[in-house]
């Protein structure tokens, strides 16, 4: 019962430090990999903004190299034809500068001067060919009046920038821009009388400038780019990039749905991940930004993304949750030791008290107990100490009780000798013993003769009285180790142990008797009385209580009977 106590109360505090320690340590990891997260989405969000910044970059370089170029003498003196060998050889020179920006820019793909005469015709081109600058002349120079960003550039006022949207180049025979995905960025060039003369345009290689940002990207990122309407034009995938180009669209809303908001401006950037949002990016880490793009070109954006796997993010936290689970071990382990310790030193006092409670209802003695302490197990053993006290004072007089009433049920109330009762009882236990080792034993019957005269003639009292002074007799005269009872009224029984013949009996009744008739004073009264003496003898005169009893009985009466007539107090003794 203790023991199931003190493994109840250690199991619960065990229990207790253990879920303590573990949930403090899953919370600890939990809140870790969240920050891990969280930073991490910091990080993709930044980087982000820094290739949108460097796109942006890109676009402004071109733009300002267009304009270096633009400002160039060779430039007016061709679109202003100052006769041909001049524009020749500005040509030429503009060719040299033209290849020169180009080996310096591996993304440009082209730059070209086209004029505003003959459909756009090309006035001087460098093109990037299998990685080498190449200029296209003569009979080579196309006319490119037809496309948007010759005439819409033509339509802008000097000085301003052209910046078409990304898509790819379809025209033909371009060298390494054919076909390959880009933008362009153009300057008007007015005539020396104010009219369009021509454009100078530079050839911007998507490809090329992803690639150097995806260089600069930490490992692991993977890189996104749609235009306004969400088509994928960067992907990790090239297969997936502009769709629109062959008739199906792959939109970015589509494969990232939470991004939609972003195409509808309703957000300028997002994060998630797959530890707070599973749904929308199961097992990843995003971030996507909307950038504005173009020069004054009107609401043109592109939304950059940057994905990172939720594994590579949180790989860190590995190695922490397992220092977290060995600490939870070691501290449930102290828990549970804690706990042990705890829980016996709180049932220590417990068991002291349990243990004095057994013992007191076995023994009925009182073990130390812990009234000193101040708490309620302190009071718990004052009580308990105090109730043994009770219980202890109620016990005795109990007992008290309990022998004044076996006595009573034993005794003669008057002579205070043994009663019937007891003197049945001694004999009984003589009777069992004498059978077992042989001892013989007498029983004698005292019977006082004419005492009802007593009583008649000097009161109920004066009897009792006689009736004392009888019984004290007789137990002076027999030995200490007989017994003396009153069976009642006027009757004796004697019960003497050892072996005794008829003479030696004939002789002790003799002084039994001489005993008796002795003259008392009694309240100033001299009386005399005489006693009838018969008796029984074991093993000869019965085998039984009762047999003996009334053997002795008989024999008394049989005295009696032979000395009738007579006067009590006249009557002389024996
Ligand atoms: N004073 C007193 N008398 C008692 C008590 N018990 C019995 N007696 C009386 O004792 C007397 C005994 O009566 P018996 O033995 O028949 O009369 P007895 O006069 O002794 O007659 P015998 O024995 O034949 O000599 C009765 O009168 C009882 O009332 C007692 O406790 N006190």
Redesign the pocket.
């Known amino acids: 019962m203790r023991s199931g106590l003190l493994v109840k109360l250690a199991l619960l505090l065990a229990v207790f430090g253990i879920l303590s320690s573990g949930l403090t340590g899953y919370y600890a990891f939990s809140a870790h990999r969240t920050m891990l997260v969280s930073a991490a989405q910091g990080d993709l969000l930044t980087a982000a903004r820094g290739v949108n910044r460097r796109l942006l970059q890109a676009e402004e370089e071109a733009a300002d190299d267009a304009m270096l170029l633009a400002r160039l003498v060779q430039v007016a003196q061709v679109i202003n034809g100052h006769g041909d060998r001049p524009a020749r050889q500005a040509r030429d020179e503009l060719a040299q500068a033209f290849a020169g920006m180009l080996a310096l820019h591996p993304e440009y793909l082209q730059v070209r001067l086209i004029g505003a005469a003959d459909n756009g015709l090309e006035l001087v081109r460098v093109d990037s060919a299998g990685g080498l600058t190449l200029r296209v002349d003569g009979q080579d120079l196309q006319e490119k009046g037809h496309f948007p960003y010759v005439f819409e550039t033509l339509a802008l006022p000097a000085g301003q920038i052209y910046q078409s949207a990304i898509g790819v180049n379809h025209e033909r025979g371009a060298h390494d821009a054919e076909g390959r995905p880009g933008l362009m960025v153009a300057t008007p060039l007015p005539r020396s009388d104010g009219q369009p003369g021509g454009l100078l345009v530079i050839n911007l290689d998507l490809e090329r400038l992803v690639g150097q940002l995806r260089a600069d990207l930490p490992k692991g990122y993977q890189l996104y780019i749609a235009n306004r309407w969400g088509d994928f034009l960067v992907h990790p995938d090239p297969a997936q990039t502009f769709g629109f180009e062959q008739g199906r669209r792959i939109l970015m809303q589509d494969s990232f749905a939470a991004t939609q908001p972003l195409f509808e401006r309703k957000l300028n950037n997002l994060a998630l991940s797959g530890l707070e949002q599973p749904q929308q990016a199961a097992g990843r880490v995003m971030a996507f930004v909307r950038q504005p793009v173009g020069q004054g070109n009107h609401d043109d954006f592109v939304v950059t993304g940057l994905v990172q796997p939720l594994d590579a993010v949180l790989e860190s936290a590995v190695p922490l949750g397992q220092r977290i689970i060995h600490m939870v071990l070691a501290f449930s382990i102290i828990a549970i030791l804690l706990a042990v310790v705890f829980a016996r030193a709180m049932l220590r006092p417990i068991n002291t008290l349990a243990q004095a409670a057994s013992s007191f209802s076995e023994t009925q003695l009182q073990q130390v107990l812990p009234v000193e302490r101040n708490d309620e197990i302190g009071v718990l053993a004052r009580n308990f100490e105090r109730m043994q006290r009770q219980i202890n004072s109620h016990m005795a007089s109990l007992y008290d009780n309990q022998r004044e009433l076996s006595y009573l049920a034993h005794h003669d109330s008057?002579t205070g000798l043994a009663n019937r009762s007891l003197f049945f009882q001694r004999l009984e236990q003589l009777l069992q013993l004498s059978q077992r080792n042989g001892a013989p034993f007498a029983v004698l019957f005292v019977?006082?003769?004419?005492?009802?005269?007593v009583?008649d003639l000097h009161g109920?009292a004066i009897?009792?009285q006689v009736?004392q002074i009888v019984a004290r007799r007789l137990l002076h005269t027999v030995r200490g180790s007989d017994m003396v009872a009153r069976m009642?009224?006027?009757e004796y029984l004697i019960l003497l142990q050892g072996n005794f013949s008829d003479d030696a009996l004939g002789e002790l009744i003799d002084k039994l008797r001489l005993s008796i008739s002795e003259a008392m004073t009694v309240a100033g009264q001299r009386l005399e009385v005489g006693a009838s003496i018969g008796y029984s003898l074991y093993p000869r005169d019965g085998s039984t209580a009762e047999q003996l009893v009334n053997e002795a009985d008989h024999a008394m009466y049989h005295v009696?009977s032979g000395r009738r007539g007579g006067k009590v107090n006249s009557l002389p003794c024996g």
């Open positions: 008057l019977d006082l003769d004419h005492f009802k005269e009583n109920h009897g009792d009736l009642g009224g006027d009696k």
